[in-house]
């Protein structure tokens, strides 16, 4: 077969079967046109099926799309909802607290306080709406080192905990802690967050603390100083009463030995301010009307400043209270004495006692009990005292007087006095305006004793008296006294020689004068030995230191009597009877 036939052959084969193509559609009844419409329909039949499981798809991914966006939405505005809860607890709480909470932008503006702040600071909620910057509240001495604390809490380098000085809208000052951090957005600081305490209550605490050790430290010194000086004055006082026992009134020296007397008194009154503030200066305590002893020690200070009127305003109901009367009557001479100087030309000096009763939250910052309190006040309108001069009033040494013309020690030893009859004394004042000294001592319900004079005619008697000191000199002159007064007279130079004597003597002995400061075995050790060996033993306490704690447990545990150094020849004969005659 040739080419051409083959050819032939295959195109006939292709018409031969596009024929029975046709004629299948024939035999089904379809024209040609009907069948191309058909197939033409078919291929758009299966675009539209693709095209629709493309949309199916496209559909399913969009709604899983969006339920994650609502989702996110949703979880969004769960969020949005809780910080503004958060923020709404925070400044609820913030309201609540009693100090000062605050925040403030990176330049120190603040953006948030709590009503607290207006309160602590003086400002309005006016003032906060213009414009307040966190470092207008600090004095301007501190305000330097508060920025550059601030610049190092927002950069991390520094706690954010320091002692300011706060300045209130009024310009008035006032001691505070603050405590800050810093406020933190996607990791970079945007500001500072924090409170602010008012301290000023906790520095004076601080200061009161300070006075009290300084007073403590001091006293101590001076309970020592004044026991050894008045042991030497005990020595001249005792001489002295010695001549005058033995000298006439109309002999040459009788004078001058009076006048030694004097000045030794002078020098024990030196020694009793010394003790006035040294710890637990009180000599002998009985309860007593505050109201007696200021219009006895006004009248007599009037008499001799009479360019200064005084105005009594006393509580006739006043509450007794139990105090060391001469040392009562010393405070109020120094704070006659004190107003006096501030008035160099006359003026008005105001007295005024009164009761009240102070509540546990009024007196514990003063360092006292609740209870009931006699208060005195004395007022004068004088020159005032300044801020400065007020903060060292009371200590030791510390005068505004010129060179000569005061020792420091009235107001220190008054402040030591009141302190240890478990009272407070402070001051009022401003400059050009007087002052006001005020007391508070504790009320006793104990009734006040009737008081009875004591002669000034030497008694004696003829028992036989044991002297125990650890200073020779006493020794030699106390024994001289004892025996010019009649007594038999033992001597024993410490705590343990007298108890060998007691041990050997005790049923001869019938009155002990028993130093209380000594080495070796001390007065109370001495003392409960004694009391051991014979529980009728009668001692009379004698010390050169105030009534302290210590003496007064002595007193307490069976001692008769207490006589202070320096004592003269009357004194030791009355107060040996007083005990003996029992």
């Known amino acids: 077969m040739n080419v051409k036939t083959r050819s032939s052959t295959y195109e006939n084969s292709e018409i031969h079967g596009g024929l029975r193509h046709q004629a299948w559609y024939v035999m089904r009844g379809y024209t040609v046109m009907e069948k191309e419409k058909l197939h033409a329909e078919s291929v758009v039949e299966k675009e539209i099926e693709t095209l629709l499981a493309a949309n199916e798809a496209t559909a399913v991914d969009m709604a899983v799309a969006l339920q994650k966006l609502q989702l996110e939405v949703a979880e969004r505005k769960q969020a949005e909802e809780a910080l503004r809860e958060s923020r709404e607890r925070f400044r609820e709480l913030a309201e609540l607290l009693p100090e000062t909470i605050f925040e403030t932008d990176m330049n120190g503006n603040l953006t948030f306080v709590n009503r607290s702040a207006f309160k602590q600071f003086g400002y309005e909620t006016e003032d906060f709406e213009k414009g307040l910057n ?144 040294a710890q637990g200066g009180k000599y002998e305590v009985k309860p007593t009307n505050l109201n007696e002893l200021i219009r006895k020690s006004s009248v007599m200070f009037g008499r001799t400043k009479r360019e200064i009127r005084i105005h009594r305003k006393l509580n006739e109901t006043l509450w007794p209270v139990e105090v060391d009367r001469g040392q009562i009557e010393q405070v109020l001479l120094n704070l006659y004495v004190n107003a006096w100087q501030a008035m160099a030309d006359g003026g008005d000096l105001y007295l005024e006692t009164d009761n009240i009763t102070l509540e546990d939250r009024y007196v514990r910052m003063m360092g006292l009990k609740p209870g009931r309190y006699v208060r005195t006040a004395v007022t004068d309108t004088g020159i005032g005292i300044d801020e400065d001069t007020q903060r060292r009033i009371f200590d030791p040494f510390f005068t505004t007087k010129e060179m000569g013309r005061g020792t420091g020690l009235g107001l220190a030893s008054a402040y030591g006095i009141i302190r240890n009859h478990d009272g407070i004394i402070s001051v009022q004042s401003e400059a050009g305006k007087g002052a006001m000294f005020t007391i508070l001592l504790p009320a006793t319900d104990r009734e006040i004793p009737i008081e009875q004079e004591v002669s000034e005619v030497l008694v004696r008697g003829k028992e036989t008296i044991l002297l125990v000191d650890d200073e020779e000199m006493i020794l030699k002159v106390g024994g001289e006294l004892l025996e010019h007064l009649g007594y038999r007279v033992l001597i024993a130079d410490g705590g343990d020689s007298a108890i060998d004597a007691y041990r050997a003597e005790g049923n001869q002995i019938d009155l002990v004068v028993l130093d209380m400061v000594m080495p070796g075995l001390g007065g109370g050790e001495t003392f409960d030995t004694l009391l051991e060996m014979d529980n009728d033993v009668r001692v009379i306490l004698s010390s050169g230191y105030s009534m302290n704690d210590q003496a007064q447990g002595i007193l307490n545990r069976g001692c008769r009597g207490f006589i202070k150094k320096p004592f003269n020849a009357r004194e030791l004969s009355h107060k040996l009877r007083e005990v003996l005659d029992v």
């Open 134 to 277: 966190a470092f207008d509240m600090i004095e301007p001495s501190d305000r330097e080192r508060a920025v550059d604390n601030a610049q190092k809490v927002l950069h991390g380098d520094s706690v954010g905990i320091n002692e300011y000085t706060a300045q209130r809208s009024d310009g008035s000052s006032f001691s505070v802690l603050l405590h800050s951090a810093a406020i933190v957005r996607e990791g970079k600081p945007i500001g500072l967050r924090g409170f602010i305490i008012d301290i000023t209550e906790k520095k004076k605490l601080e200061m009161q603390l300070q006075q009290a050790s300084r007073m403590e430290a001091i006293g101590t010194l001076a309970g020592g100083i004044a026991h050894d000086f008045n042991n030497l004055l005990m020595c001249i006082q005792g001489n002295v009463s010695l001549i005058l026992l033995n000298m006439g009134s109309n002999h040459p020296y009788h004078e001058k030995l009076r006048s030694i007397e004097q000045y030794v008194q002078q020098g024990s009154d030196l020694t009793r301010q010394l003790l006035g503030f």
